[in-house]
């Protein structure tokens, strides 16, 4: 798989949150290696093999956000159609959430609670985190805003030498981050100063094998999906996002359930999927020339 030409700039330089993450994806591309291609290549070198993908961010007690979950249940089916066989991995309190959301939009997962017997449950090939709270150097977990959050999430971050990772995320809090943890330090707010007590920043400090920032998680879920050869298109996201509201997973920015996502409302969307539309029917030409 040779994908050093294909041009992914439509899908990384779009960031309408003005969050920062063209700018993170723009760092790795220059310091390692183009995340996307790297994210594909790691993927496929653990075909016929098993694969966990790990989620959910928490705003409040018992309340989730949108980001992160129903981009998984997209990438949890794109792999499983790849021949590797793939479990979703998500706090107890949104078990139920998340399989009736995968229920809802006829994509069944596997699903199984996050909790200490992840630790001997084993092995895994690779580990995707996608928008899954990472600890800073202090060992302190904390939202967008500079708070901590350790109270409401369970650490994991001891889980990335267990396996090859592919960490997904948009803030720069989130597990893996740590792979730039300098420039989260430098260029995102609050990355070098918290709003708690412990006054070390949210820039979470475990690195990975292989980080992907995009505009949105869900997103970075749908690009793999979509460059997988899974037929990703606007009404299967826009029923993913109706799901998502209906059983009560919220907008991470507005903080109640709805068809935005970290405040991005469902036409930005929209504009998102139709890039990714026309970008993998040019990706399936580039990988099979005539
Ligand atoms: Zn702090």
């Not at 994908?3 to 309408?16: C, E, I, K, V």
């Not at 793999?224 to 509201?245: H, N, T, V, W, Y």
Request: hydrophobic share 35%.
């Amino acid at each position: 798989m040779d994908l050093a030409g294909f041009d992914f700039s439509t899908l990384y330089l779009y960031d309408p949150g003005e969050r920062g993450s063209s700018r993170m994806y723009l760092y790795l591309k220059e310091k390692f290696c183009e995340p996307i291609t790297e994210s594909l290549a790691l993927i496929h070198s653990v075909q016929g093999g098993r694969a966990r993908i790990i989620t959910g961010f928490p705003i409040r007690p018992k309340v989730f956000e949108n980001d992160g979950p129903l981009g998984s249940i997209v990438l949890a089916k794109s792999l499983s159609d790849l021949g590797i066989t793939t479990e979703l991995f998500i706090p107890l309190d949104c078990l139920e959430t998340l399989k009736s959301v995968s229920n809802e939009v006829d994509l069944p997962a596997v699903v199984k609670p996050i909790g200490k017997s992840m630790d001997i449950d084993g092995p895994w090939n690779l580990s995707i985190f996608v928008e899954y709270p990472g600890s800073n150097y202090r060992g302190v977990r904390h939202n967008m805003a500079g708070e901590a959050i350790s109270n409401l999430t369970f650490p994991l971050d001891h889980l990335m030498s267990c396996s090859k990772t592919l960490c997904i995320g948009d803030g720069g809090n989130e597990i893996g981050m740590g792979k730039i943890e300098d420039f989260i330090r430098q260029d995102i707010p609050f990355g070098d100063l918290c709003q708690c007590p412990c006054a070390s920043g949210i820039a979470s400090h475990g690195s990975c094998d292989v980080l992907l920032p995009l505009g949105t998680s869900n997103w970075a879920c749908y690009v793999l999906a979509a460059m997988l050869g899974f037929p990703l298109d606007e009404k299967i996201c826009s029923g993913l996002l109706q799901a998502g509201m209906k059983f009560g997973l919220v907008d991470g920015i507005k903080g109640t359930p709805s068809l935005s996502v970290d405040g991005l409302t469902p036409t930005t969307e929209k504009v998102f999927i139709k890039h990714l539309e026309s970008l993998s029917c040019r990706f399936k030409r580039y990988q099979q020339p005539d």
